[in-house]
């Protein structure tokens, strides 16, 4: 007896004094013993936790759950201690909660003692290493973005960086353009290739990106929130391959959904405010990183196309040379021999294949763009007609064309080449809208615009091309970025995003306006203002060839190809002219020092030893103020002093050229020359 009441003194003392907090509950679930430290902890005074239910202990949501929990606890036969590491949120009395673990151990007949301990320092020193641990894997994925050339190389391992930081089954980063109803998988982890199959089926059919972008949100969106209607397709795709949980952040370019970071879960996931912030944070990165790999891209491919049109350009400009010897010995043949019928016959056979090729350098220095715009009086319904055979062609039988240009639309004040081009660029884009074919119309019509009518043009009389199509349209969102550098709506390979960009830097620099009218399913119209030629404009394109009489001018030539400058000479000679030939710049210097009666300078642009034409005419001037001089050139490309040139009254007569194109441009330099 004595032994016993010792044991019983002794488990007091231990109850009494141990570091944690203790109650005994008894089988009706009410606390019967409780230590001071158990008071302490819940906020109660001293006794008065005796009495009460143990699940008064919880939060108030939390108390059925836990009942269940200890009836079956304690109706096991055999009931055995559970350890510790039971956690659960305990409540003081004042309503504070707190996280805490609980052991339990049986002591006696229907009774159970729980250890607590408040676990708050604990919690947070987890938290903090959670944190820490998420800050280290954010600092893996910076460099790893830094590291990234370009959005695809993202595949590498950003997303089981992701996966790991979470401690989460699966991700998967989906990206496309601004605006683009696909948007492919960039990067994924923890996901067999028929998943991801699954999953960019299921954006498509829910129209993902879309959706991202009417919730005009850049919170995570989780399916297991969201109304069960919403994204349905994704929903099924993820449920047949047994995900059953999920958090979408959307990726933004310029405040414009563009992509999607997936968290991916096949266990339900209580997602805290830390792997919601972690994600975010991620998703951040992840679209700077997709925004700076397609600048990449684009600039990449802008500097390709440069190369390209420079190395397109000079070859151009080499080849025309050659058809200037070509053709200026046809003419020249053709002055010789046009009575002779055979003659005659190989010669303009000849003749049309150089015109041909004539085409071709001018359509591959279009492609350039190299030159300064050369605007003058354009008939419109000579353009069209130009445009109606190639476009038949390159469109395909399946693309109606129709042109409709009165024959009293006056000329427009445009750079021939550069109109041409744009029109072609507008017809091709035409072409990509109507895949099944369609009705392709161009027409030209005249346009009075009235002071205050349109902020940036200028009151007077234009000349509207309007380019329309019967194809799929383009939604307001695209439509609102049409015009921008680089924006494409097509896939991948299949589109610069320059062609509109260019009809538009244009038309602006002529002067003009482009305006663009769509709807989804109803076609596209574009309607480009271009402004009509000045009256003397319209009176020098109908002057008739040779109508200026030479004077027997003197012309210095100067041209580093000698077959050219033979040309060149034997066309001047054949026109009346007095010539004098130069090989180079400093030699052309020199006569024009010993020869004072010169009176025209008749130059190429590019004359080679690091020279052109343009440095030439303003060393001659310094000479001989006020000199006649008219360029050529089978490239006009950008050189030191074109501008000051240019504006200074210098012809630029472009190569190949007929003897009465010379005869022309010569004439009106001379008429051009001061006093």
Not at 88 to 113: K, N
């Amino acid at each position: 007896m004595a032994a016993d009441r010792a044991d019983a003194d002794l488990f007091r003392t231990l109850f009494e004094t141990a570091p944690d907090a203790m109650v005994v509950v008894d089988e009706a679930g009410d606390i019967v013993l409780a230590n001071p430290q158990a008071h302490r902890l819940f906020g109660y005074d001293p006794g008065a936790l005796l009495g009460l239910r143990v699940e008064n202990l919880l939060p108030e949501g939390a108390r059925a759950a836990h009942v269940a929990h200890r009836v079956g606890y304690m109706a096991h036969p055999r009931v055995r201690p559970m350890g510790v590491g039971y956690e659960l949120v305990g409540v003081r009395r004042d309503g504070d909660t707190f996280p805490m673990e609980i052991a339990l151990s049986p002591v006696g007949s229907g009774r159970y003692a729980a250890s607590i301990r408040d676990i708050s320092e604990t919690q947070r020193a987890r938290q903090a290493l959670r944190r820490a641990q998420r800050d280290g894997y954010l600092a893996d994925l910076g460099r790893l973005v830094l590291e990234a050339g370009n959005d695809g190389s993202l595949r590498v391992a950003v997303s089981g960086l992701i996966a790991n930081a979470l401690g989460i089954d699966a991700v998967a980063v989906a990206a496309g353009l601004p605006g683009a109803r696909a948007l492919p998988i960039r990067s994924a982890s923890g996901l067999a290739p028929e998943e991801l199959d699954a999953l960019a089926d299921a954006f498509a059919c829910d129209g993902l990106a879309a959706r991202l972008a009417e919730r005009q949100s850049t919170e995570a969106w989780l399916l297991s929130d969201g109304p069960t209607e919403a994204l349905p397709a994704l929903r099924a795709a993820l449920a047949a391959h047994g995900i059953v949980d999920a958090a979408i952040v959307p990726l933004l370019d310029r405040h414009e959904a563009t992509g999607a970071l997936l968290a991916l879960c096949r266990e339900p996931c209580a997602w805290d405010g830390d792997q919601l912030a972690f994600l975010q944070l991620a998703a951040n990165m992840l679209a700077g990183a997709v925004l700076r790999g397609r600048s990449q891209e684009q600039l990449a491919h802008a500097q390709r196309l440069d190369a390209l049109g420079q190395l397109t350009g000079g070859i151009a400009h080499d080849f025309n040379n050659l058809l200037t010897v070509v053709s200026g010995n046809l003419q020249i043949l053709d002055a010789e021999y046009a009575a002779v019928a055979d003659a005659r016959e190989l010669i303009d056979s000849a003749s049309r294949a150089v015109d041909r090729c004539i085409t071709l350098t001018r359509k591959l220095l279009g492609f350039s763009r190299r030159r300064a715009l050369t605007p003058r009086g354009v008939r419109p319904q000579n353009i069209l007609d130009e445009l109606g055979d190639m476009l038949a062609r390159t469109l395909g039988a399946r693309i109606r064309v129709e042109l409709d240009c009165p024959v009293a639309i006056p000329p427009v004040y445009a750079d021939p080449g550069e109109l041409e081009t744009a029109l072609v660029n507008l017809a091709i884009n035409a072409r990509d809208a109507m895949p099944d074919g369609g009705l392709l119309r161009i027409s030209a019509r005249v346009r009075e615009v009235a002071a205050g009518d349109s902020g940036t043009l200028r009151p007077g009389q234009y000349v509207a091309f309007l380019v329309e199509d019967s194809g799929t349209g383009m939604a307001q969102e695209v439509l609102d970025h049409a015009l921008e550098p680089f924006f494409t709506t097509k896939d991948a390979g299949k589109g610069s995003g320059l062609g509109l960009s260019m009809v538009y830097g244009f038309v602006r620099q002529s002067g003009g306006r482009i305006a663009i009218g769509s709807q989804p399913g109803r076609g596209t119209r574009v309607e480009i203002l271009l402004p009509t030629a000045p009256l003397e404009e319209e009176a020098g394109e109908a002057r008739t060839p040779g109508s200026v009489s030479p004077g027997h001018a003197r012309v210095l030539v100067v041209e580093d190809e000698p077959g050219v400058r033979k040309v060149a000479v034997r066309f001047l000679h054949a026109l009346g002219y007095d010539t004098l030939e130069a090989g180079s710049a400093k030699q052309a210097m020199e006569m024009l020092r010993i020869d004072h009666g010169i009176q025209l300078l008749f130059s190429d642009v590019a004359l080679g030893n690091g020279t052109n034409g343009f440095e030439l005419v303003r060393e001659a001037r310094r000479l001989r103020p006020g000199l006649p001089a008219l360029l050529t050139s089978g490239y006009e490309r950008s050189s030191d002093g074109a501008g000051e040139a240019l504006q200074s009254g210098v012809g630029l007569l472009r190569k190949p050229y007929r003897r009465e194109q010379l005869g022309e441009a010569l004439a009106q330099a001379l008429e051009a020359r001061p006093g």
